[in-house]
Protein backbone atom coordinates (compact mmCIF):
# COMPACT_ATOMS: atom_id res chain seq x y z
CA UNK A 1 0.00 0.00 0.00
CA UNK A 2 1.39 3.48 -0.82
CA UNK A 3 2.02 6.01 1.55
CA UNK A 4 0.21 8.91 0.98
CA UNK A 5 2.23 12.08 0.47
CA UNK A 6 2.01 15.77 -0.94
CA UNK A 7 4.15 15.86 -3.95
CA UNK A 8 4.72 18.90 -5.71
CA UNK A 9 6.76 18.60 -9.20
CA UNK A 10 8.53 21.57 -11.13
CA UNK A 11 9.01 21.62 -14.98
CA UNK A 12 10.69 24.17 -16.70
CA UNK A 13 9.39 23.73 -20.30
CA UNK A 14 11.83 23.48 -22.80
CA UNK A 15 11.13 23.47 -26.97
CA UNK A 16 10.87 19.87 -27.88
CA UNK A 17 7.94 18.91 -25.11
CA UNK A 18 10.35 16.29 -23.66
CA UNK A 19 10.33 17.50 -20.23
CA UNK A 20 6.95 18.44 -19.75
CA UNK A 21 5.68 15.22 -21.20
CA UNK A 22 7.69 13.59 -19.00
CA UNK A 23 6.36 15.37 -16.04
CA UNK A 24 2.65 15.22 -17.05
CA UNK A 25 2.78 11.28 -17.53
CA UNK A 26 4.44 10.69 -13.74
CA UNK A 27 1.83 13.31 -12.29
CA UNK A 28 -1.14 11.66 -13.96
CA UNK A 29 0.17 7.91 -12.44
CA UNK A 30 0.87 9.22 -9.14
CA UNK A 31 -2.85 10.35 -8.90
CA UNK A 32 -4.37 7.45 -11.20
CA UNK A 33 -2.24 4.09 -9.55
CA UNK A 34 -1.20 5.36 -6.35
CA UNK A 35 -3.18 8.16 -4.90
CA UNK A 36 -0.90 10.68 -4.26
CA UNK A 37 -1.89 14.39 -4.47
CA UNK A 38 0.62 16.23 -6.91
CA UNK A 39 0.67 19.72 -7.68
CA UNK A 40 2.51 20.20 -11.40
CA UNK A 41 4.03 23.93 -11.54
CA UNK A 42 4.78 24.52 -15.35
CA UNK A 43 6.83 27.98 -16.38
CA UNK A 44 4.92 27.58 -19.73
CA UNK A 45 1.29 26.55 -19.90
CA UNK A 46 0.85 27.37 -23.57
CA UNK A 47 3.28 24.72 -24.24
CA UNK A 48 1.59 22.19 -21.78
CA UNK A 49 -2.03 23.68 -23.10
CA UNK A 50 -0.50 22.16 -26.99
CA UNK A 51 -0.59 18.68 -25.02
CA UNK A 52 -3.03 18.47 -23.33
CA UNK A 53 -5.73 20.76 -24.86
CA UNK A 54 -7.78 20.01 -21.89
CA UNK A 55 -5.50 23.05 -20.49
CA UNK A 56 -6.16 26.45 -20.16
CA UNK A 57 -2.83 28.43 -21.01
CA UNK A 58 -3.95 31.51 -19.04
CA UNK A 59 -5.22 29.72 -15.76
CA UNK A 60 -2.73 29.95 -12.97
CA UNK A 61 -4.28 27.29 -11.48
CA UNK A 62 -6.32 24.48 -12.84
CA UNK A 63 -6.74 20.86 -11.92
CA UNK A 64 -6.82 18.23 -15.15
CA UNK A 65 -7.44 13.81 -14.69
CA UNK A 66 -6.81 15.01 -10.96
CA UNK A 67 -3.64 16.85 -10.73
CA UNK A 68 -3.34 20.32 -9.97
CA UNK A 69 -1.42 22.25 -12.50
CA UNK A 70 0.16 25.78 -10.99
CA UNK A 71 1.58 28.33 -13.32
CA UNK A 72 5.32 28.89 -11.96
CA UNK A 73 5.66 32.34 -12.92
CA UNK A 74 8.49 34.54 -12.45
CA UNK A 75 7.19 36.06 -9.02
CA UNK A 76 6.87 32.93 -7.08
CA UNK A 77 3.51 33.22 -5.74
CA UNK A 78 4.01 31.41 -2.19
CA UNK A 79 3.00 28.19 -1.83
CA UNK A 80 3.59 25.62 1.37
CA UNK A 81 6.00 23.18 0.42
CA UNK A 82 5.04 19.38 -0.40
CA UNK A 83 6.10 16.34 1.58
CA UNK A 84 7.85 14.88 -1.65
CA UNK A 85 9.77 17.79 -4.47
CA UNK A 86 10.80 16.66 -7.28
CA UNK A 87 12.65 19.25 -9.32
CA UNK A 88 12.62 17.56 -13.29
CA UNK A 89 15.91 18.09 -15.10
CA UNK A 90 17.62 19.94 -13.29
CA UNK A 91 15.11 22.57 -13.74
CA UNK A 92 16.05 24.89 -10.07
CA UNK A 93 13.36 25.36 -7.72
CA UNK A 94 12.68 29.14 -6.95
CA UNK A 95 14.82 29.83 -3.60
CA UNK A 96 11.98 31.49 -2.20
CA UNK A 97 10.47 27.70 -1.80
CA UNK A 98 13.69 25.83 -0.78
CA UNK A 99 13.97 28.51 1.59
CA UNK A 100 10.82 27.70 2.88
CA UNK A 101 11.77 23.99 2.90
CA UNK A 102 14.43 24.47 5.01
CA UNK A 103 12.10 26.50 7.42
CA UNK A 104 9.18 24.14 7.61
CA UNK A 105 10.55 21.86 10.53
CA UNK A 106 9.31 19.04 8.40
CA UNK A 107 11.74 16.72 6.82
CA UNK A 108 10.84 16.82 3.19
CA UNK A 109 12.35 14.66 0.37
CA UNK A 110 14.17 16.95 -2.44
CA UNK A 111 14.57 14.62 -5.82
CA UNK A 112 16.08 15.50 -8.81
CA UNK A 113 14.85 13.42 -11.59
CA UNK A 114 17.82 13.27 -13.68
CA UNK A 115 17.35 12.75 -17.61
CA UNK A 116 17.66 9.44 -19.18
CA UNK A 117 20.73 7.44 -19.76
CA UNK A 118 21.75 4.26 -20.20
CA UNK A 119 25.33 4.70 -19.71
CA UNK A 120 26.69 2.73 -16.61
CA UNK A 121 27.86 5.27 -14.26
CA UNK A 122 24.05 6.08 -13.64
CA UNK A 123 24.06 2.90 -11.65
CA UNK A 124 25.92 4.21 -9.12
CA UNK A 125 24.88 7.52 -8.73
CA UNK A 126 21.06 6.83 -8.47
CA UNK A 127 19.14 7.62 -5.48
CA UNK A 128 22.74 9.24 -3.99
CA UNK A 129 21.97 12.41 -1.42
CA UNK A 130 23.54 15.50 -1.69
CA UNK A 131 24.07 17.70 0.65
CA UNK A 132 22.68 21.28 0.59
CA UNK A 133 23.89 24.48 2.01
CA UNK A 134 21.00 25.13 3.98
CA UNK A 135 20.88 21.32 5.28
CA UNK A 136 18.42 19.86 3.05
CA UNK A 137 19.62 16.89 1.32
CA UNK A 138 18.91 16.42 -2.69
CA UNK A 139 18.34 12.90 -4.25
CA UNK A 140 19.47 11.82 -7.64
CA UNK A 141 16.94 9.57 -9.09
CA UNK A 142 17.82 8.17 -12.47
CA UNK A 143 15.45 6.90 -14.77
CA UNK A 144 17.14 4.28 -16.46
CA UNK A 145 17.14 0.72 -18.33
CA UNK A 146 18.33 -1.48 -15.56
CA UNK A 147 16.55 -2.82 -12.45
CA UNK A 148 19.64 -0.44 -10.41
CA UNK A 149 17.91 2.69 -12.12
CA UNK A 150 14.36 4.54 -11.69
CA UNK A 151 13.09 2.51 -14.47
CA UNK A 152 10.85 3.94 -17.20
CA UNK A 153 7.18 5.46 -16.84
CA UNK A 154 4.28 2.96 -17.52
CA UNK A 155 1.16 2.88 -16.49
CA UNK A 156 0.17 -0.47 -14.75
CA UNK A 157 -2.37 -1.11 -17.81
CA UNK A 158 -0.21 -0.05 -21.06
CA UNK A 159 0.69 -3.69 -21.87
CA UNK A 160 -2.74 -4.67 -22.31
CA UNK A 161 -4.10 -2.25 -23.53
CA UNK A 162 -1.53 -2.42 -26.30
CA UNK A 163 -1.79 -5.64 -27.00
CA UNK A 164 -5.69 -5.31 -27.21
CA UNK A 165 -5.13 -2.31 -29.76
CA UNK A 166 -2.47 -4.43 -31.74
CA UNK A 167 -4.94 -7.31 -32.05
CA UNK A 168 -7.92 -5.43 -33.27
CA UNK A 169 -7.45 -4.01 -36.69
CA UNK A 170 -10.65 -2.54 -36.48
CA UNK A 171 -9.76 -0.16 -33.51
CA UNK A 172 -6.26 0.00 -35.96
CA UNK A 173 -8.48 1.44 -38.69
CA UNK A 174 -10.45 4.12 -37.12
CA UNK A 175 -7.95 5.26 -35.80
CA UNK A 176 -5.95 6.46 -38.73
CA UNK A 177 -9.23 7.09 -40.20
CA UNK A 178 -9.48 9.95 -38.08
CA UNK A 179 -5.99 11.22 -39.25
CA UNK A 180 -7.27 11.04 -42.68
CA UNK A 181 -5.17 8.11 -43.64
CA UNK A 182 -6.36 4.52 -45.09
CA UNK A 183 -4.31 2.01 -44.30
CA UNK A 184 -3.29 0.29 -47.94
CA UNK A 185 -3.39 -4.07 -48.59
CA UNK A 186 0.65 -5.13 -47.70
CA UNK A 187 1.80 -1.73 -47.20
CA UNK A 188 4.48 -1.24 -44.19
CA UNK A 189 3.47 1.65 -41.81
CA UNK A 190 5.85 3.78 -40.51
CA UNK A 191 5.99 7.50 -38.69
CA UNK A 192 8.21 9.90 -38.61
CA UNK A 193 9.16 12.63 -35.39
CA UNK A 194 12.48 14.05 -35.28
CA UNK A 195 14.37 17.32 -34.78
CA UNK A 196 15.51 18.53 -37.91
CA UNK A 197 18.01 15.68 -40.05
CA UNK A 198 19.48 16.19 -42.91
CA UNK A 199 19.45 11.90 -42.95
CA UNK A 200 15.63 12.20 -43.55
CA UNK A 201 16.54 13.04 -47.43
CA UNK A 202 18.42 9.67 -48.38
CA UNK A 203 15.45 7.97 -46.40
CA UNK A 204 12.40 8.96 -48.32
CA UNK A 205 14.24 8.35 -51.10
CA UNK A 206 14.83 4.83 -50.02
CA UNK A 207 10.77 4.51 -49.19
CA UNK A 208 9.90 6.50 -52.79
CA UNK A 209 12.37 3.77 -54.70
CA UNK A 210 10.97 0.64 -52.51
CA UNK A 211 9.12 -2.54 -54.11
CA UNK A 212 6.94 -2.46 -51.48
CA UNK A 213 4.32 0.56 -50.78
CA UNK A 214 5.27 2.82 -47.80
CA UNK A 215 2.83 5.27 -45.76
CA UNK A 216 4.91 7.44 -43.85
CA UNK A 217 2.53 9.23 -41.21
CA UNK A 218 4.39 12.45 -39.68
CA UNK A 219 3.22 14.12 -36.82
CA UNK A 220 3.83 17.90 -37.16
CA UNK A 221 6.62 18.94 -35.41
CA UNK A 222 10.32 20.58 -36.21
CA UNK A 223 11.32 17.79 -39.59
CA UNK A 224 7.96 19.07 -41.30
CA UNK A 225 11.02 21.45 -42.95
CA UNK A 226 12.70 18.33 -43.87
CA UNK A 227 9.64 16.52 -45.35
CA UNK A 228 9.05 20.06 -47.10
CA UNK A 229 12.46 20.31 -48.87
CA UNK A 230 12.17 16.80 -49.69
CA UNK A 231 8.87 17.04 -51.61
CA UNK A 232 10.10 20.70 -53.54
CA UNK A 233 7.31 22.47 -51.53
CA UNK A 234 7.31 25.69 -49.26
CA UNK A 235 5.82 24.05 -47.09
CA UNK A 236 3.31 21.34 -45.26
CA UNK A 237 0.94 20.83 -43.15
CA UNK A 238 -1.51 18.76 -41.05
CA UNK A 239 -4.13 17.18 -44.08
CA UNK A 240 -1.88 17.06 -46.15
CA UNK A 241 -1.13 13.88 -48.64
CA UNK A 242 1.38 13.33 -50.88
CA UNK A 243 2.85 10.45 -53.08
CA UNK A 244 6.43 9.88 -54.47
CA UNK A 245 7.04 6.36 -56.23
CA UNK A 246 6.11 3.82 -53.53
CA UNK A 247 6.10 6.48 -50.65
CA UNK A 248 3.06 7.77 -49.34
CA UNK A 249 3.24 10.69 -46.96
CA UNK A 250 0.17 12.12 -44.81
CA UNK A 251 0.84 14.87 -42.29
CA UNK A 252 -0.70 14.33 -39.36
CA UNK A 253 -2.16 16.88 -36.54
CA UNK A 254 -0.06 17.27 -33.21
CA UNK A 255 -1.27 14.91 -31.16
CA UNK A 256 -1.90 14.27 -27.13
CA UNK A 257 -0.30 11.86 -25.78
CA UNK A 258 -2.93 8.72 -25.55
CA UNK A 259 -3.25 9.55 -29.14
CA UNK A 260 0.11 9.65 -29.91
CA UNK A 261 0.69 5.86 -27.94
CA UNK A 262 -2.06 4.58 -30.80
CA UNK A 263 0.03 6.16 -33.16
CA UNK A 264 2.83 4.12 -32.57
CA UNK A 265 1.11 1.01 -31.62
CA UNK A 266 -0.51 1.09 -35.21
CA UNK A 267 2.64 1.61 -37.31
CA UNK A 268 5.89 -0.88 -37.76
CA UNK A 269 8.84 1.19 -37.75
CA UNK A 270 8.88 4.47 -35.48
CA UNK A 271 11.23 7.31 -36.03
CA UNK A 272 11.19 9.12 -32.70
CA UNK A 273 13.37 11.33 -30.91
CA UNK A 274 14.50 12.85 -27.57
CA UNK A 275 13.17 11.03 -24.11
CA UNK A 276 9.13 11.05 -23.88
CA UNK A 277 8.73 10.01 -27.96
CA UNK A 278 11.87 7.57 -27.02
CA UNK A 279 10.10 5.51 -24.63
CA UNK A 280 6.42 5.70 -25.84
CA UNK A 281 8.22 3.84 -28.98
CA UNK A 282 9.79 0.90 -26.91
CA UNK A 283 6.73 0.27 -25.01
CA UNK A 284 5.07 -0.17 -28.63
CA UNK A 285 7.22 -3.07 -29.17
CA UNK A 286 7.82 -2.05 -32.79
CA UNK A 287 11.61 -1.45 -34.05
CA UNK A 288 12.41 1.87 -34.00
CA UNK A 289 15.19 4.57 -34.94
CA UNK A 290 16.20 7.07 -32.10
CA UNK A 291 17.27 10.64 -33.24
CA UNK A 292 18.85 11.70 -29.78
CA UNK A 293 18.93 15.12 -29.03
CA UNK A 294 22.64 16.46 -30.50
CA UNK A 295 25.19 18.03 -27.82
CA UNK A 296 27.98 20.48 -28.78
CA UNK A 297 30.57 18.25 -26.90
CA UNK A 298 29.48 14.96 -28.84
CA UNK A 299 28.70 13.43 -25.99
CA UNK A 300 24.88 12.51 -27.22
CA UNK A 301 27.52 9.42 -29.10
CA UNK A 302 27.96 7.54 -25.98
CA UNK A 303 24.39 7.72 -24.52
CA UNK A 304 23.32 6.48 -27.95
CA UNK A 305 25.58 4.13 -28.12
CA UNK A 306 25.54 3.14 -23.82
CA UNK A 307 21.92 2.24 -25.28
CA UNK A 308 22.30 -0.01 -27.68
CA UNK A 309 24.57 -2.18 -25.87
CA UNK A 310 21.91 -2.81 -24.14
CA UNK A 311 19.15 -3.45 -26.44
CA UNK A 312 20.78 -5.34 -29.19
CA UNK A 313 22.05 -8.09 -26.47
CA UNK A 314 20.52 -11.36 -27.53
CA UNK A 315 20.18 -9.87 -31.60
CA UNK A 316 22.50 -12.14 -34.10
CA UNK A 317 25.21 -10.28 -35.74
CA UNK A 318 23.63 -9.26 -38.59
CA UNK A 319 20.55 -8.15 -37.33
CA UNK A 320 23.20 -6.53 -34.80
CA UNK A 321 24.75 -4.49 -37.21
CA UNK A 322 22.39 -3.45 -39.66
CA UNK A 323 20.61 -1.84 -36.21
CA UNK A 324 23.61 -0.09 -35.20
CA UNK A 325 24.18 1.30 -39.03
CA UNK A 326 20.96 2.55 -39.07
CA UNK A 327 21.04 4.40 -36.10
CA UNK A 328 24.76 5.32 -37.21
CA UNK A 329 23.57 7.04 -39.73
CA UNK A 330 20.04 8.89 -38.76
CA UNK A 331 22.41 10.58 -36.18
CA UNK A 332 25.07 11.35 -38.53
CA UNK A 333 22.56 12.71 -40.53
CA UNK A 334 23.55 11.01 -44.22
CA UNK A 335 23.54 7.40 -45.25
CA UNK A 336 20.40 6.40 -44.04
CA UNK A 337 19.25 4.86 -47.51
CA UNK A 338 21.70 2.39 -47.42
CA UNK A 339 21.73 1.74 -44.13
CA UNK A 340 17.71 1.35 -44.70
CA UNK A 341 17.76 -1.44 -46.73
CA UNK A 342 19.97 -3.36 -44.32
CA UNK A 343 18.07 -2.97 -41.83
CA UNK A 344 15.06 -3.80 -43.63
CA UNK A 345 16.25 -7.12 -44.56
CA UNK A 346 17.11 -7.96 -41.01
CA UNK A 347 13.38 -6.85 -39.94
CA UNK A 348 12.09 -10.41 -38.58
CA UNK A 349 14.78 -10.57 -36.16
CA UNK A 350 14.48 -6.69 -35.22
CA UNK A 351 10.98 -6.98 -34.19
CA UNK A 352 11.19 -9.82 -32.32
CA UNK A 353 13.59 -8.58 -30.40
CA UNK A 354 11.62 -5.15 -29.94
CA UNK A 355 8.92 -7.18 -28.29
CA UNK A 356 11.52 -8.65 -25.96
CA UNK A 357 12.85 -5.42 -25.00
CA UNK A 358 9.52 -4.59 -23.19
CA UNK A 359 9.14 -8.09 -21.55
CA UNK A 360 12.59 -6.97 -20.06
CA UNK A 361 11.37 -3.04 -19.29
CA UNK A 362 8.45 -4.71 -17.44
CA UNK A 363 10.35 -6.33 -15.23
CA UNK A 364 12.84 -3.72 -13.92
CA UNK A 365 9.67 -1.84 -12.60
CA UNK A 366 8.43 1.47 -13.30
CA UNK A 367 9.38 5.29 -12.56
CA UNK A 368 6.16 6.24 -10.79
CA UNK A 369 6.11 2.65 -9.17
CA UNK A 370 9.90 3.36 -7.94
CA UNK A 371 10.00 6.90 -6.62
CA UNK A 372 6.31 6.26 -4.25
CA UNK A 373 8.54 3.26 -2.69
CA UNK A 374 11.69 4.97 -2.42
CA UNK A 375 9.57 8.14 -0.24
CA UNK A 376 7.75 5.47 1.96
CA UNK A 377 11.73 3.58 2.76
CA UNK A 378 13.16 7.29 3.03
CA UNK A 379 10.48 7.83 5.56
CA UNK A 380 11.10 4.38 7.77
CA UNK A 381 14.92 5.42 7.78
CA UNK A 382 14.36 9.08 8.60
CA UNK A 383 11.81 8.19 11.29
CA UNK A 384 13.58 4.85 12.37
Not at 132 to 140: C, D, S, V, W
Not at 159 to 172: I, N, S
Request: glycine share 8%; net charge negative; with cysteine.
Amino acid sequence: MSVKAKWDIFCAVVDNFGDIGVTWRLARQLVAEHGQPVRLWVDDLETFARLCPAASAHDQQQTIDGVEVRHWSKTWPGAEPADVVIEAFACNLPQAYINAMAASGRRVLWLNLEYLSAEDWIIGCHALPSLQANGLQKYFFFPGFEADTGGLIRESDLMQRRARFQAEPLQQAEFLAALGVERQPEARLLSLFAYENPAVAGWLDALAGDTRLNQLLVPEGRVLGDVAAWLGMPSVQAGDHYQRGSLQISIVPFMTQDEYDLLLWSCDFNAVRGEESFIRAQWAGRPLVWHIYPQEDDAHWDKLNAFLDLYVHGLPPAAEQALRGFWRAWNAGEGAGDAWSVLLSEYPALLGRAEGWTHEQVANGDLAGKLVFFYADWLRAVHG
